[in-house]
């Protein structure tokens, strides 16, 4: 089977699914600018989504905090200027408890009610070090904010096992941990294989999670950026993905077909499995993302 004729053949899938089934929701992440340039690119790819009445969306750290005051701009643009609900990322690093709950108390005076809780990594990938008057790791930081307002807390989840956990029950352990400290959801890092999600889903009901854990999908838009990203984190890329993508960032248009084709059947599968929420990292890229959800069913306004 050719790849017009598999994209094909996925497209027909999706589109029955999306007539027999209510489509998911559906939330987006962003990162901050790190100029005024990125700035008005990012915002062009904010208001493509908009439409799209997503339940939230996220705005990151940089390492360390690097881009903390650009995402501060930002989630409070997002509040200000669009009707969207904008969840702000926290990490522990680089912060004394003090100065993360000034932040995490201005958000809720700003009218900011989401917080994604996360360690956070330390700037150039080196080992973890808390800082000496912070939060040491994410289960305190969700303790911390649930003394400072009754935030919505989304935390972190990997379906793969965090890289520096020293098995998957500790992994999951720690999970249920966060949420009984007063997380909400969780959202997984992304992954590619959506038998690893729903593996990784029966394990944390058996241990008692019952609070939503939201698949994380990246679109691909860079796909040599994807395996940086995926031997940080520990996502594996399977074997036929990499077959059909490696090299392609030289012909982007061919790659954006491609990573479509994939996003969308992954969606699929999530969707009939019983997913019946979808968290998009965007890296800023709006029409992949949009392009999939119109797939899923999740049309604009004017459709």
């Known amino acids: 089977m050719t790849c017009n004729e598999h994209a094909i053949r996925c497209i027909e899938k999706l589109a ?8 998911p929701s559906v939330s987006f992440e962003f990162f901050p600018p790190k100029n005024d340039e990125m700035e008005a690119a990012l915002w062009q790819n904010i208001l493509q989504l908009v439409p799209l009445k997503p339940a939230f969306v996220s705005v990151t750290y940089g390492a360390g905090g690097s881009t903390r005051e650009r995402t501060h701009h930002t989630v409070k643009r997002i509040l200000q200027e669009t009707p969207l609900s904008p969840a702000a990322h926290l ?5 004394s408890r003090e100065e ?5 108390g201005d958000y809720w ?3 900011v009610r989401h917080i994604v809780a996360l360690r956070g990594d330390m700037p150039g990938g080196g080992a973890y070090q808390p800082h000496p008057d912070g939060y040491p790791y994410a289960l305190d930081l969700v303790k911390g904010l649930k003394k400072i ?6 935390v972190a989840a990997y379906p793969e096992v965090h890289p ?3 098995n998957p029950q500790f992994d999951i352990d720690y999970l249920k941990r966060k949420i009984d400290a007063g997380a909400t959801r969780a959202i997984t890092q992304f992954f590619f294989d959506t038998d690893t999600y ?15 854990i939201v698949p994380g999908v990246v679109p691909i838009v860079n796909y040599a950026q994807i395996v940086r990203f995926s031997k940080a984190c520990g996502a594996s890329i399977p074997a036929w993905m990499h077959n059909l993508l490696d090299g392609m960032d030289a012909y ?7 990573s479509f084709m994939i996003t969308a059947e992954q969606c699929r599968l999530l969707a009939q499995g019983g997913a019946g929420h979808i968290h998009f990292y965007t890296l800023n890229r709006a029409p992949l993302t949009r392009a999939v959800c119109h797939l899923l069913g999740i049309y604009t306004q004017t459709e």
């Open 198 to 212: 729903f593996r990784f889903l029966e394990q944390a009901q058996e241990a008692g999670i019952t609070t939503p």
């Open 164 to 166: 520096e956990a020293p």
């Open 109 to 111: 005076e700003s009218g």
């Open 149 to 154: 307002g009754d935030f919505e807390i989304s």
């Open 252 to 258: 982007p248009e061919q790659r954006d077909m491609l």
């Open 16 to 23: 029955k699914f999306c007539g027999q089934h209510t489509p």
């Open 91 to 95: 990490t522990c690093v680089g912060a």
């Open 100 to 104: 993360i709950d000034a932040i995490a």
